[in-house]
């Protein structure tokens, strides 16, 4: 599935080059929803995009590149069908941290691997959304910064689920192409001008929300 001549992109993705990539202030996941926001979902969730134009499509923890998942020590949330090869589809939430569950079944090359325990690293404005693999699947270094935030929207269930936020905002997010490939897509935060830097073509942007789905939420298949 996946085209075998992209460029890999790697040193511009991993090496933001100018001073207007901004780091956000770190915001504690739920803070900004202090009474509503849940910080711990250890039952399996998907992450799925709904677009403005009401198509929803399904994310995934991604190696941005064609390589096999397994030697990959990074991996971003894109979506499932275009962010290179795919390491996993399941995330829970633990004190604002987001883990990321790698299965072996999604290793390109067909070996087989153990299951592998990923951990979200903190997003940039601009930036995609970062994850690194946990060698002793533990949550050592986690970002803390993630919510599961319910959808209160007054205008009806537009949304079937709970809303994913961020430092502090469920707003913000977009799918936007890739600049070697524009095949691929990645999640980024607050997109800008400098998300080039990142390796993203801001034209290209589409602003998305993102939200939870699982079979405890009771919206797997809604
Ligand atoms: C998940 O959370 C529930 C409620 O907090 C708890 O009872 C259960 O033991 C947890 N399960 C795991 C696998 O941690
Ligand atoms: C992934 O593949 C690219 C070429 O497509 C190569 O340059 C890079 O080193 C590979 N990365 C890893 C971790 O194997
Ligand atoms: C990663 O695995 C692929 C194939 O499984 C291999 O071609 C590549 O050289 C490996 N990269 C590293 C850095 O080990
Ligand atoms: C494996 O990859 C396929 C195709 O990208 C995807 O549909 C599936 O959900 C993945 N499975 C897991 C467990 O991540
Ligand atoms: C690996 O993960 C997949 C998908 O979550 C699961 O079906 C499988 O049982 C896991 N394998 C092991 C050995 O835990
Ligand atoms: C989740 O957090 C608890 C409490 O901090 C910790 O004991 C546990 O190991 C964490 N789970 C993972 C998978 O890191
Ligand atoms: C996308 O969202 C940003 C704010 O996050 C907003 O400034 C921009 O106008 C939105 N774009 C569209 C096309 O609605
Ligand atoms: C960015 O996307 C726009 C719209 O698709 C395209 O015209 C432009 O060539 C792209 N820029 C780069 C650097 O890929």
């Given at each position: 599935?996946?085209?075998?001549?992209?460029?890999?992109?790697?040193?511009?993705?991993?090496?933001?080059?100018?001073?207007?990539?901004a780091?956000?202030?770190?915001?504690?996941?739920c803070?900004?929803?202090?009474?509503v926001?849940?910080?711990?979902?250890?039952?399996?969730?998907?992450?799925?995009?709904h677009?403005?134009?009401?198509?929803a499509?399904?994310?995934?923890?991604?190696?941005?590149?064609?390589?096999?998942?397994?030697?990959?020590?990074?991996?971003?949330?894109?979506?499932?069908d275009?962010?290179?090869?795919?390491?996993?589809?399941?995330?829970?939430?633990?004190?604002?941290?987001?883990i990321?569950?790698?299965?072996s079944?999604?290793?390109s090359d067909?070996?087989?691997?153990p299951?592998?325990?990923?951990?979200?690293?903190?997003?940039?404005?601009?930036g995609?959304?970062p994850?690194?693999?946990?060698?002793d699947?533990?949550?050592?270094?986690?970002?803390?910064?993630?919510?599961?935030?319910?959808?209160?929207?007054?205008?009806?269930?537009?949304?079937?689920?709970p809303l994913?936020?961020?430092q502090?905002?469920?707003?913000?997010?977009?799918?936007c192409?890739?600049?070697?490939?524009?095949?691929f897509?990645?999640?980024?935060?607050?997109?800008?001008?400098?998300?080039?830097?990142?390796?993203?073509?801001?034209?290209?942007?589409?602003?998305?929300?993102?939200?939870?789905?699982?079979?405890?939420?009771g919206?797997?298949n809604?």
């Amino acid at each position: 599935m996946l085209a075998p001549s992209f460029l890999s992109l790697s040193s511009l993705l991993l090496i933001p080059t100018t001073l207007g990539a901004a780091i956000l202030r770190r915001d504690n996941g739920c803070n900004t929803w202090p009474s509503v926001g849940i910080k711990d979902n250890n039952a399996s969730f998907e992450l799925w995009a709904h677009y403005e134009s009401r198509v929803a499509i399904p994310l995934a923890m991604t190696t941005f590149d064609g390589n096999s998942s397994s030697n990959a020590t990074k991996a971003y949330l894109a979506p499932n069908d275009l962010g290179g090869t795919v390491i996993g589809t399941l995330f829970t939430l633990n004190n604002s941290g987001l883990i990321g569950a790698g299965s072996s079944s999604n290793n390109s090359d067909g070996s087989s691997s153990p299951n592998t325990t990923w951990i979200s690293n903190t997003i940039d404005a601009g930036g995609f959304f970062p994850f690194s693999l946990s060698p002793d699947a533990n949550d050592a270094g986690i970002a803390d910064d993630y919510c599961e935030v319910p959808n209160t929207d007054p205008h009806g269930p537009l949304i079937n689920g709970p809303l994913f936020g961020a430092q502090g905002s469920t707003s913000g997010w977009a799918i936007c192409n890739r600049v070697d490939n524009p095949l691929f897509q990645g999640v980024v935060f607050n997109p800008a001008s400098y998300s080039s830097d990142y390796g993203f073509n801001v034209s290209t942007c589409q602003n998305v929300t993102i939200y939870l789905r699982s079979t405890a939420l009771g919206n797997l298949n809604t």
